[in-house]
């Protein structure tokens, strides 16, 4: 079974008014912040609009590798995408909340020169080998997923 870890260093201020936090220790750099309502400068995206990018990264990466598998090309796939999180826990007011996630949408529209089936046949790998809807969907979050021959 082959591993690789994904690692980073960080540096963030951990200030109200300054909750900025640099992602370091690869060859890119990245930063994550707040909205201005939440203590940020609203200069950056948020960690949950990282999570939200991560996820449709990784379907877009997987279906690019299974779109070779299956000998069709994608001109381009147009995803919408969606993570609901209960922000009880987040705020404080529920700390036993073990699911903060509600539920989850990825629709994509997939540009091709495949036929409807070698789309579901992608769209069905994309659910089993997409490792982090699969974290989603392992913790009891319900994905809904709509992915077509555009």
Request: aromatic share 6%; net charge negative.
């Amino acid at each position: 079974m082959p591993i690789e870890t994904f690692e980073c260093t960080a540096q963030g201020s951990g200030v109200l008014g300054d909750t900025k936090v640099q992602i370091t220790g690869s060859p890119w750099t990245f930063v994550l912040d707040e909205p201005e309502a939440e203590g940020g400068k609203n200069q950056n995206a948020n960690p949950m609009q990282f999570f939200v990018a991560s996820l449709v990264g990784c379907e877009n990466e997987l279906a690019a590798v299974v779109a070779s598998e299956l000998k069709i090309k994608i001109e381009k796939i147009e995803w919408d995408v969606a993570v609901d999180l209960n922000l009880d826990g987040f705020e404080g007011e529920d700390l036993k909340l073990e699911q903060p996630y509600t539920g989850a949408r990825i629709d994509g529209k997939v540009f091709t020169d495949g036929t409807p089936e070698q789309v579901a046949s992608l769209a069905a790998s994309l659910h089993s080998r997409c490792p982090i809807r699969r974290l989603l969907v392992n913790s009891g979050v319900v994905v809904q997923s709509n992915i077509v021959k555009a």
